[in-house]
Each structure stands twice: as C-alpha cells, then as structure tokens.
C-alpha cells in the first residue's frame, strides 16, 4: 500500500476534465442568485440525479449559471486551486462545449477570453499550466452542428484551444456520425480525443469497436474512458499496439458503475494501455484529483512505482508541446 499523503502529493497532469462538471457547489448557488436564476434544488443538494442521463441533464443546468468573461474566469482559476491544493496539479486540459453556454448569452470569443484569463492567473498564482479541449455534445448536435463547431474552434485562439472532444451519450451519437467535423478538426491541425466504450453504457450502446471507429475514422490521438473495450481481446491487442494514451477516470459517482470502475482500470493497465487518471466532473461526482488517486490505489493496492508511472503518463499523453512536457518530466 502507498500513503494518502503521497498519492495527493505527487505531481499530476489532468488531461479529462469537463469544466462544467469542476463548478463548486457555493459558487453555483452565488452566481444562479446574481443571475436570478432559480434552481431545482438548494446548492448543497444540486448534484443528484437517478441515472446517467439525469446527470447530463443537471450538468447542462449547472452551466447556465456562467454567463460572463468573468464567471469563466472564475471557474478555471478556482478549479486549479482546488486541484492545487487536493492533488498537486501541475498542468490540466478542460473540455467546454459551447454550445452549453450560448443560451446564457455570451458567444464563443467571450467564453474562451474568459477562460484564458483564468488560466494566465492560475498559471502566475500556482504555476499550473492549462489547455483548452472544444467539445461536441454527440446526443444534441447534428454532424452538421458538428462542423460549425469545429470551424468556430479553428478560427479562435487557437494557441490554448488546442483541440476537439466528444461527450454525451454514447449511444445517441456513435462515433463515426461526427467523421466529417473530425476530418475538418484534423486537416486544421486540432488534437482529437472522443468519449468511447464508457461503461454507463451497454454493449450494445458502447461496443469496443467503438475504438477502432475512433482510431480510422476520427483519427483520435487520445481517447477518453474505454473500459467497455475489455470485452474484445482483439480491441485490446489493437489498442496496446497502437499506444495511444486513455484517460479513464478513477471514481464516478453514478452509482451503478462504482465498484466495477477500479477493476476496469486495473485490467487496462495490466493489457498495456497508456493508462491516466482523471475527474471527470470532479465537483459533481464529489471526488477530486487526490480523492481518485486514494480510492483507487486502495482498492488495487498498487505501490508508489505506479503513481509515479500514472504521473509521468500524464504528462506525455498531454497536448503540451516537447518543451512544455520536459519542463513538467
Ligand atoms: C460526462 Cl461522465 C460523462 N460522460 C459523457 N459525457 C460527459 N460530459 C460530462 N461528463
Ligand atoms: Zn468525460
């Protein structure tokens, strides 16, 4: 067994991370108020929901709190202190999706000047560095919504957003339906990761070959998730020879996945793939960066040599360019 204390301290990239899903609670509730927006339910008591999909939806209210520069500002640099503080984070690379944010009426330049503000204070004030991830909700936007917000993402600050993502339900929106904004994504030189084989989905919905559509037809660089790949040993040999770095994440609060969570990790890293971990939506699954190194490492009972494998993994499977990664090795 390793200590809580070095679990927490090692230093560790956090490369799946949805900034909707880091808001704390008290911040919540202070900017519905000032927004005059009611909520279902007190701040304290927000982040419940009966199944997965209750959860998307408690994530797309949540969003709506952040409506200026400001309040994104704001969201980035108080996730970085909390993430500072609870697991020594070094560098993070948050997904937003736009399209959340459009209904509280700010347009993208705003939100992602917002942002990058946030990030320059973080980076002076703890030194963390930050990258941003453009994503695509796959159960809400047609392939077609798909390329414009890829074009979007492509014509600004293109020196922090640095690529594409795609979340939501798996099984409203398979992989290849977003083949043509991935394409347009790749021409222009975005990074591309995809949510695939997440295990809140069935088989059917999520199954492993998932990840070679991922792999040929979106041409991912990294992929988010991947636990249901474990049921295909042939998906799992493509995958460990292919060597591209997942991102699953080490504790979710959706209750009927939990226990199988660690295990699946256990058997990802033990056929080969380049494994990190991650949050996910830290606030809203009440874990943090130190909280799903701890629970994970104790319920696999790995040592020290494995934290310190998980950190240097972070660092190479991120976005960062060489010089940036081997300041942080
Ligand atoms: C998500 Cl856990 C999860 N799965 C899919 N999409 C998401 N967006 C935010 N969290
Ligand atoms: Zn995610």
């Known amino acids: ?52 999909y209750g959860f998307l939806d408690v994530l797309r209210l949540t969003a709506l709190v952040l409506r200026t520069p400001e309040d994104f500002s704001r969201a980035v640099y108080e996730y970085v202190e909390d993430a500072v503080r609870d697991g020594n984070l070094r560098h993070v ?4 999706n736009p399209d959340y944010f459009y209904p509280n009426g700010i347009d993208y330049p705003a939100m992602v000047d917002g942002m ?14 930050s990258l941003l991830i ?42 290849a339906t977003f083949a043509e904004a991935y394409a347009l994504a790749k021409r222009a030189g975005l990074h591309r990761t995809a949510h695939c084989c997440e295990d809140n989905q069935t088989l059917v919905e999520a199954p492993p070959t998932n990840y070679l559509i991922c792999r040929d ?35 979710t609060s959706l209750v009927h996945n939990r226990p199988h969570r660690p295990q699946r990790i256990r058997r990802m890293v033990e056929a080969g793939l380049n494994v990190t971990i991650n949050t996910d939506d830290p606030a809203m699954f009440e874990t943090d960066l130190g909280h799903g190194f701890t629970t994970l490492f104790e319920s696999i009972g ?8 998980f950190s240097l993994n972070s660092v190479e499977g991120s976005w960062l360019d060489e010089s940036d990664k081997s300041a942080l090795r």
């Open 302 to 309: 790995w040592g020290p040599d494995m934290a310190r494998k």
């Open 116 to 129: 990058i503000e946030g990030i320059e204070a973080a980076k002076k004030m703890f030194g963390v560095s």
């Open 93 to 96: 690379e948050f997904f937003f």
């Open 134 to 175: 453009c994503c695509i909700d796959r159960s809400t936007n047609t392939p077609a919504q798909a390329v414009e917000i890829v074009e979007t993402a492509i014509a600004h600050r293109r020196d922090h957003v640095v690529g594409i993502g795609l979340d939501g339900a798996e099984r409203a929106g398979p992989p």
């Open 217 to 251: 037809v979106l041409q991912c660089d990294r992929i988010d998730h991947g636990y249901n790949m474990l049921a295909s040993d042939f998906v799992m040999a493509e995958a460990r020879r292919d060597g591209l770095y997942f991102t699953p994440c080490a504790w």
């Open 1 to 52: 067994a390793v200590a809580d204390g070095y679990l927490r301290r090692i230093p560790k990239a956090e490369l799946h991370c949805h900034l909707a899903g880091t808001l704390r609670a008290t911040t919540v509730a202070e900017l519905a108020a000032r927004a005059g927006l009611a909520l279902p339910r007190p701040a304290d008591k927000l982040y419940q929901w009966p199944d997965f």
